[in-house]
Nanobody, 125 residues
Framework: QVQLVESGGGLVQAGGSLRLSCAAS????????MGWFRQDPAKEREFVAAISRGGRITDYADSVKGRFTISRDNAKSTVYLQMNSLKPTDTAAYYC??????????????????WGQGTQVTVSS
């Protein structure tokens, strides 16, 4: 079992920045590829970004490319999502997820076995 706890969400004005963190516990963090997803109540869950277990491979949704950066610190068992130039359309609950032996990345939520409880990001116009 892997436990994931997100933090760092909040209310920010358009154009602002936030950094989300996801702390993992329970297993060797460096064995897991990680992803960030988001969901607005009126929409389906959406892939945001992913990072391989070693951190060398990353992938981003087109909607956030160039504005968001995913990173990880395996020594701290934490994955981050730096979000810059935020837009009202980025408003959603953000979830981190883990997949065992994630040597590459995947956008498919079905490949992630462990999920956090989510942190709300609200961007005002």
């Amino acid at each position: 079992q892997v436990q994931l706890v997100e933090s760092g969400g909040g209310l920010v004005q358009a154009g602002g920045s936030l950094r989300l963190s996801c702390a993992a516990s329970g297993r060797t963090f460096s064995n897991y590829g990680m992803g960030w997803f988001r969901q607005d109540p009126a929409k389906e869950r959406e892939f945001v970004a992913a990072i391989s277990r070693g951190g060398r491979i990353t992938d981003y949704a087109d909607s956030v490319k160039g504005r968001f950066t995913i990173s990880r610190d395996n020594a701290k068992s934490t994955v981050y999502l730096q979000m810059n130039s935020l837009k009202p359309t980025d408003t959603a609950a953000y979830y981190c997820a883990a997949r065992y032996f994630g040597a590459s990345t995947t956008r498919d939520a079905r490949n992630y076995a462990y999920w956090g409880q989510g942190t709300q990001v609200t961007v005002s116009s």
